[in-house]
Structure formats: C-alpha cells, structure tokens
C-alpha cells in the first residue's frame, strides 16, 4: 500500500508539471492550433503536442512526416469563402471543433472568422442580418453553443414518404429541402470507419460512391474519402468544383488516413499512458483493424459462410465486449485513486448490462449490406453492443441506427427520449406514402438521418454512431449536440434503456469516456 500511495502521489506530481508545461506550450503555439490564422512561422504541429481541454489534454499523433503539416491543401482555403478544411476540423478539438473554442473565435473576431458563413454556419440562409454584431450573433447560435453545421439536403425524389410539415425556429421550413443540424465529425482515426459521414451518403453507390465492406477496405474507405473532399469544398466552401485536384485529393486522404487522436493526459490522473496503461494516440496507429472486426451485428445474426462481396470476414464470428482493454492495469491501483476510478468506468462500459428496445436498425431489423432479418424485440447487451471496435468505439460494421437522440419524447416535446432537451432543433414529420397517398403512418423527428439519402421510410432517423476516441476534446455530443457534457450522455443513457447506475458508477463512467 505505501508505495502504491507513494506511486499516486508521483503521478499527481508529474500530472502538476506536465500541466505547467502545457499551458506554456499551447499559449506559445495559439495560433498553431488553426483557430485563428496562423502565423507563417508557425506551419507544423509535432507529434506530442498537446492541447489542453477541461479533462486534460489531447494530442493528435501523425505516422506521416512526424505531425501535423498545416501547409497541405486540407489547411488551404480552394473555395471562394476563405474556409479550408481546418475550419471545422482543428488539431486544438479532436480534429472536430469544441462548442467552446467557436465561441471563443467569434468572440475574438467578431462573428467574422470563415467557420462563420451563411451557406451553412448560420442557423438559416434567408431572412437573416449578419451586418451586425449582434446579427450575426443571432444567426450563428446553433454554431457558437452547440457547434452545429446546417446540413441543407433535398428530399430524394421516389421517397416512400412525404414531409408534411416542418417547423423550425429559425425559418428554414421548407419541406422539399430540409436543413439539418450536426456536428462536424472528426477528421482522425479515419481507418477505423465503416461508413463516411454521420447518414453514410459518401459510402454509397446512390451518391456515386461505394459502401464500404471487408473485401475492398481500405480502397473504398479511400475512395469515399476522396469524394468527400470534394464534396465538403463544393458545399462548404463554396467552391467552383475544380479543386481539390485529383492530385490534392490524395494529398487530403494520406493526410487524414495517417492521423490519430486520442486523450493523452488526465488532469487527475497525469499521462494515460503511464503506470502500465496505453491511453493516448501512439497505440491506435497500429491497432489491427477490418471491416467487422469484433462485429455485434454479426454476433446477433451468426455468421454463416462469407457472402458475395465480402458481407462477412472470414472467421470473424466471435463478439467479445470487452471492447476496452486500455486501463486494465489501472484496476490495481487502490481504490480512492483517479486512476482507479477510470479502470472501472472502463468495466462498467464493457460489463454493465443494458436493455436495448425501440431501436431502428436492431429491433425493427438488422441490415447486412442489403440483405435483412427479422428485427430482435428487446436484447440484453451493453455499450459494446453498437460501440464494438476494439478499442476505437465505433461499429466495425456499417450498421445505421436511430436510439433516438433526435426524437421528441411524448407528445412531440422538446425533450428527446432520453431527456435531453432538443428545443432548439426543428421538428419534422414525416408521413408513410402507399400508391403515392399519404397515409397516417408517419414520424416527428428533428434529423431525417439515412431517409434523407435513400428516401426510405424506415430509415428515418437512422445514423451512424462516432468514434470514442478524444471526446473531451470536442464537446458538445451526440450528433445534434444534444449532450452538454459527458455526465448527460450517461444521463440520456440511463433515461433511453434503464440502464442502472450509481452516482459513484456515473462518476467512474464519465472519468473513463474523458480519458479515451
């Protein structure tokens, strides 16, 4: 015991000075973080840098040319509106950006840094004032409070249903193109995605792309990757469409692909890689990784023999959910330690029974690469069930679900169903169509998710689920920003699916998700 306590209090030592060198360090370096523009001599982020958050520190570790090389055209401005790349994906938030680090550029640019433009940082396109301060104030608040882009896409034509009415607070009731509210998703840890943006519609053949499975990843992952480049500076940068060149494209791609990120440093706990722990970035750049590894969905419906196009991996037919094995050594430690309340956090997430109901994707049915089963009622899993990646988080399968985040509780509140409050997200309802009628079989919800690319009914609502790695960086959560903290998405959590904790457990839980 006496050198276990000996042992902590070297770590809170240690954790004490490397939080003085880091505030030393990102002062030195605030315009290296891409927030703001950077100085000409500041063009390169090392591997090691850190970048502090409310947690501790991230870091954003590169296995291409030793960091971050902020001259490389997803740091250049190809549109016409001076937002590049980095605008929304910034080394200081995970690749992603903070709610926090937004409000802080607008307030030190006045509403006038680039991630702050009309064609989709504002909370409408029309009818607004952005003359003002306190225009623009107004127009972008979804942007500065909850770090929202404004997804404007058209209802596709042959949908299987109508948008009867939309109503929105901030104007944009069209209800032949619907804007939806997101988070920029991270722009790191790329090669462990089984599906390209939070609807999958650039891993999909409806938008010219290709889905992504075991036979042709990582090439269709590339591909896709490629496309979106495009995509994201047509769209959000208002470009003419002849740049990113095909030869930037790559450049953009190898950029991304080579990136990890992930929590380095506890301000309670000191260094996650320390005491026999393998927290950080550094081990998720050679962590193995296929198309369903470790895969629930195939745990759920057994593994037959592979199918035509490589549905399912060969001998990958075992789900464990233990999907975090990253401070099992932590777990010795003595029970009052920081340390230790994170290790069983870790526990709680791989162990800790959940009941999983009312899910489209799992108990309506379960879709593998076009072919569907028969939906499963209510199943007992945990939070490895649709978090399955070995420790990465995300579904190793593509695998849309809706667990309804988006939704409206009861009554079409403005509280969605696991508590959180959505009132500032339009409410859309969609209704059935059969022979081309309306019918009374229709949906409230505030994001139409997958529906709005294959204009399908029964995917309204449906999305992927994100990578864990880094959150402390990028706050606000879930994909509309609906979780102000890592305690409210436990808290939606045991609202959702009656999942059973104590406020010690809640605690242990939130200390380990700020630690991934």
């Known amino acids: 015991m006496k050198n276990l306590c000996v042992l902590r209090d070297c770590r809170r030592r240690v954790a004490t000075a490397a939080l003085l060198v880091l505030a030393g360090t990102i002062l030195a370096s605030r315009t290296v973080k891409g927030q703001f523009p950077p100085s000409p001599s500041q063009t390169f982020i090392p591997n090691g840098t850190s970048f502090l958050n409310l947690a501790g520190a991230s870091q954003t570790y590169s296995t291409a040319g030793g960091g971050i090389d902020e001259t490389g055209p997803f740091f250049q401005s190809l549109g016409t509106n001076g937002r590049s790349c980095g605008s929304c994906h910034q080394p200081s938030d995970g690749m992603s950006v903070s709610a926090l680090d937004v409000q802080l550029r607008f307030d030190e640019t006045a509403g006038t840094d680039p991630i702050f433009r009309t064609v989709d940082g504002s909370n409408c396109d029309h009818n607004i004032d952005v003359s003002t301060l306190q225009g623009r104030s107004s127009a972008y608040s979804l942007l500065r409070t909850r770090g929202l882009i404004r997804i404007a896409l058209a209802v596709p034509s042959g949908a299987n249903y109508a948008v009867t009415a939309v109503s929105n607070p901030y104007a944009c009731n069209e209800t032949n193109v619907i804007s939806q509210y997101r988070r920029p998703l991270p722009a790191t840890n790329l090669r462990f995605l089984s599906a390209v943006m939070w609807d999958g519609r650039e891993s999909t053949p409806l938008t010219g792309t290709t889905k992504i499975v075991y036979a042709n990843y990582p090439g269709a992952l590339e591909g896709d990757l490629a496309h979106q480049s495009v995509d994201a500076t047509v769209t959000h940068a208002q470009g003419d469409g002849t740049r990113p060149t095909a030869a930037e494209q790559t450049e953009i791609v190898n950029f991304e692909m080579a990136l990890s990120t992930a929590q380095s440093l506890g301000f309670l706990t000191g260094p996650l890689n ?27 419906l057994p593994n037959g023999p592979e199918q035509p196009g490589g549905l399912n991996a060969p001998g990958d037919n075992l789900f464990t959910s233990n999907i975090f094995n990253l401070y099992d050594a932590w777990s010795k430690l003595p ?109 409230t919800t505030s994001d139409l998710g997958q529906a709005l690319i294959d204009g399908n009914f029964d995917h309204v609502g449906k999305i992927k689920g994100p990578i864990l790695r ?11 920003g609906s979780a102000q903290s890592l305690l409210d998405v436990v808290h939606f959590y045991e609202n959702r699916f009656g999942l059973v904790l104590s406020s010690q457990d809640e605690l242990d839980l939130v200390n380990f998700l700020s630690a991934l």
Do not use: E, W
């Open 274 to 300: 320390s005491v026999g722990a393998t927290g950080g970035p550094v081990p998720l750049a050679t962590l193995p990784f296929f198309i369903s590894i470790n895969s629930s969905v195939h745990a759920l």
């Open 335 to 443: 029970s009052y330690d920081f340390g230790a309340s994170v290790a069983r956090g870790q526990t709680i997430f791989n162990t800790r029974p959940i009941t999983i109901t009312g899910v489209a994707g799992i108990n309506d049915d379960v879709s593998l690469g076009g072919l569907v089963s028969g939906g499963i009622p209510s199943l007992t899993g945990t939070c490895g069930t649709c978090h399955d990646t070995p420790n990465v988080g995300n579904h190793s399968f593509p695998t849309p679900l809706n667990i309804g985040t988006g939704d409206p509780g009861a009554s079409n509140s403005h509280v969605n169903m696991g508590g959180l409050d959505i009132s500032y997200l339009p409410q859309i309802t969609v209704c059935q169509l059969v022979n081309g009628q309306v019918t009374d079989t229709c949906k």
């Open 470 to 480: 880094g959150l402390s960086a990028r706050a606000p959560y879930f994909h509309n």
